[in-house]
């Protein structure tokens, strides 16, 4: 094995394109061996060796923190590992960032979106290329974007800017794109967290078939065994920043690749659900709310909803039909145009202060971005709602930081949340995490409005189990729970009640229950009423 750097590798490559003959060799793409990556004293990647076979699609599982993502960083330049190597047809590579990893043909759809916001799907694609010239002929790129499309089974809009597309159609274009790079190696970091059912079982359908046909190697990251056992040949488990297994996904049950995963740790049980706590008065009522230009994406039209203290009520339907406007409404981030929003018989306006008076909670949708300061401490932020009271609810003018590190401390220890410490920034904790650290602030104390939206999005089973049984104790406890979820399961599995909303509208409601019809309810979310 000897080192090469990127730019000699490059053109050994070329455009990256695989020949057919290459397509289902047995022999390994990529490797990482015997890599090392410490964020100060805390070793996060501890000597991992992995393969990625030619044409094969390969899952990577583990809890949340245990290093997956640390991993993939490491071998795409996106991270310096401290130690081993990473090997490209058996000669050993240099990968400085990124852009490196690109022109070696190796691709990667991360968890967060890298697409420019302001710029169109179409101006997005031609200019994540490395060949991008330096005056673009817009037309024919656009006849050559559109003849790609044509053999897709993915659509996106190629005129219309990112930030106007849903969280599903950013996906998909994040991953057209590396189809459209010709990535021989791809790398997706939970993919399919904001697809229907159905788009995710098309996606990585037509990637496995793709690997197939091309020999391009896949290496997923994800929480869902379905998809392990679906669509991957091998497996590859991570324990605390350790492999722990691996092995032909047939040989593997999902109840062995599970164990691999937690190891002795026992899952929490979820408590069985109270029969009555349902109070007689709601605790959340909406009337004739409207937000947003009526009838554009993402507005909002709501005629009645309420929800009583001891209920959890669903908002199930496909992202962008009002749903995030629900939430933002209540969490303050957005202004309604008309209408009364009342929390116990009060009218709520959603400030700081209100919330606080009226007991209201919420855990909103990426919860780094929109319910944390990334670079303040776990400890911080575990104190927003908290840091300018004393134990017993009154004003504080002094910071008691001491109070802060002690409350953050024992909630990390109840919430099992994986932190150098209380004074790391929250930034540097693993995203299942950040959503643990966040439901441990708005679940602290007593609460009797949460609004929880998508709140195990990310999240690896042990934590779904935890996180679900910490809403049904506090439906039990007597909280409102409004509980807005792309994850119909999810809503089946917990709610007394269901509302699918559709174009900003409650278009059906039914009773919560094992009677439930999903199909039906799927319909709804469809549009078919
Ligand atoms: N930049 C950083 N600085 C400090 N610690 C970090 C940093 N990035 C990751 N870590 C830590 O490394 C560990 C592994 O994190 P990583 O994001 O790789 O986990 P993961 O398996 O991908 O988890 P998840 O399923 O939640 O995405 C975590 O404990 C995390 O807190």
Not at 31 to 50: M, P, Q, S
Not at 257 to 272: D, F, K, N, S, Y
Not at 489 to 500: G, K, M, Q
Not at 516 to 529: C, E, N, P
Request: aromatic share 4%; with cysteine; charged share 25%.
């Amino acid at each position: 094995m000897s080192a090469v750097s990127v730019a000699e590798r490059f053109d050994d490559v070329g455009a990256s394109e695989v020949s057919p003959s290459q397509a289902r060799a047995e022999r390994p793409i990529l490797e990482a061996v015997g890599l090392t990556k410490r964020f100060g004293a805390f070793t996060a990647l501890n000597d991992v060796t992995i393969a990625l076979m030619a044409g094969e699609f390969h899952a990577l599982l583990g809890e949340n923190g245990a290093g997956k993502s640390t991993l993939v960083k490491s071998m795409l330049g996106y991270y310096h590992p401290d130690g081993g190597a990473v090997v490209l047809d058996d000669r050993e590579v240099t990968i400085a960032n990124p852009r490196d990893a690109r022109r070696l043909g190796i691709g990667m759809v991360y968890q967060h979106f890298t697409l420019v916001p302001a710029m169109t799907v179409l101006e997005n694609l031609v200019m994540s290329r490395v060949d991008v010239p330096s005056v673009v002929n817009w037309a024919k790129e656009r006849k050559a974007l559109s003849a790609f499309l044509e053999t897709m089974p993915l659509k996106v809009p190629l005129d219309t800017p990112v930030d106007r597309l849903s969280s599903g159609e950013r996906q998909k274009t994040e991953i057209l794109k590396q189809l459209y790079l010709k990535s021989r190696i791809l790398v997706l970091d939970e993919p399919t967290s904001v697809l229907t059912p159905e788009e995710a079982r098309q996606v990585l359908g037509f990637l496995r078939a793709r690997a197939s046909e091309t020999g391009m190697a896949v290496l997923l990251i994800t929480h869902k065994f379905s998809e392990v056992t679906a669509f991957c040949d091998r497996v590859t488990v991570l324990r605390k920043g350790a492999k722990v297994g691996e092995g032909l996904v047939a040989d593997l049950s999902t109840k062995e690749m599970a164990a691999l995963m937690i190891g002795e740790r026992e899952l929490t049980q979820a408590p069985g659900r109270d029969e009555n706590p349902k109070s007689a008065e709601p605790v959340l009522a909406l009337k004739g709310v409207r937000s947003g230009d009526s009838g554009t994406r993402g507005s909002l039209a709501i005629e009645e909803l309420v929800v009583h203290g001891g209920e959890i009520v669903g908002i199930a339907g496909i992202s962008g039909n009002g749903q995030t406007r629900l939430v933002e409404l209540i969490s303050g981030q957005a202004q309604k145009t008309s209408g009364e929003i009342r929390v116990k018989g009060e009218p709520y306006d959603a400030s700081r202060a209100t919330a606080q008076a009226m007991k209201v909670r919420c855990l909103p949708e990426e919860p780094l971005r929109n319910a944390c300061v990334g670079r303040m401490s776990v400890s911080d932020n575990i104190a927003f709602r908290t840091f300018d009271r004393d134990a017993s609810g009154s004003k504080i003018r002094l910071l008691d930081k001491k109070r802060m590190l002690q409350r953050a401390q024992e909630l990390i220890e109840v919430y099992s949340i994986k932190t150098q410490g209380p004074s790391a920034p929250i930034q540097t904790l693993s995203g299942g995490n950040v959503q643990r650290a966040v439901l441990a602030r708005e679940l602290a104390g007593e609460t009797d409005l949460l609004v929880a939206a998508n709140p195990c999005f990310g999240l690896d089973f042990g934590a779904v189990a935890d996180i679900r049984a910490q809403l049904i104790a506090a439906r039990n406890r007597g909280t409102a729970v409004l509980l807005v979820s792309e994850d119909l399961d999810e809503i089946v599995a917990l709610s007394d009640r269901i509302c699918v909303m559709f174009e900003g509208r409650i278009v059906f409601e039914c009773a919560g229950g094992d009677a439930v019809d999903t199909t039906r309810i799927g319909a709804h979310m469809a549009g078919h009423h």
